[in-house]
């Protein structure tokens, strides 16, 4: 006897993106590309076929790329707007340009969005610098692979509220949780000066500052 589900109240099932696939033509000439960048090297498995498949993971990612022989028909080079989200854009792209990788300024979106660029979220224009008001979400910076897949760094320091879950709040890395305990400081610091003497509970003010942040909800006043 089956049971009707009702797919208003069911709680889905997880699905966590795994890998994603980057079409090139030169495996090797990949495979250094994308260990000069810093990332980790989770598998090179080859087969008496020609198949063989290379896997790398970006630091603190929890979906990795593949690419090799025979993994797909898809042009070289066809992958475009990879996003990278990082949440310092300079020191994304400083990391990068010291490991000798050609990567735009950092750039943001103009108020015409026309142009000759490239587009990417939130228009085609490209305006040199970061947003002015450093809006999370608006501020990238870009690079290709040596067969022109196209990847973006994507600044996010306050995620829209909605897109993390409250209970499984997690860090990708130790300097993006560094980033936000910087950023606690700065507002538990305004709060202090409001209250006009030290805040005792200062770890629950900044544990909630960091969900808060994290999940996109509104900060107590």
Request: charged content about 25%; glycine content about 10%.
């Amino acid at each position: 006897m089956s049971t009707a589900i009702n797919s208003e109240t069911a709680q889905p099932i997880d699905m966590k993106l795994e890998v994603i696939v980057v079409p090139v033509s030169d495996v090797e000439r990949a495979k250094a590309f994308y260990a000069s960048l810093g990332w980790r090297l989770d598998a090179d498995f080859a087969g008496d076929d020609g198949y063989r498949v290379i896997q790398f993971t970006p630091p603190g990612s929890g979906a990795s790329v593949i690419f090799g022989k025979n993994v797909t028909d898809a042009r070289p080079g066809s992958a475009q707007g990879l996003y990278l989200v990082v949440s310092d854009i300079e020191a994304a792209r400083e990391d990068l340009r010291r490991r000798g990788v050609d990567i735009s300024e950092v750039f943001h979106a103009g108020d015409v969005q026309a142009g000759n660029d490239e587009p990417y979220l939130f228009g085609r224009h490209r305006v040199g610098g970061a947003d002015p008001e450093r809006r999370s979400y608006r501020s990238y910076a870009s690079f290709r692979d040596p067969d022109g897949n196209g990847w973006l760094f994507q600044e996010v320091t306050t995620r829209l509220p909605g897109r993390i879950d409250a209970s499984t709040t997690t860090f990708a890395s130790a300097t993006d949780l560094a980033g936000a305990f910087r950023r606690a400081e700065a507002a538990h610091g305004e709060y202090e000066k409001q209250l006009g003497h030290r805040d005792e509970d200062w770890p629950n003010w900044y544990a909630e500052y960091i969900v808060r942040e994290q999940t996109g909800e509104p900060q107590r006043a």
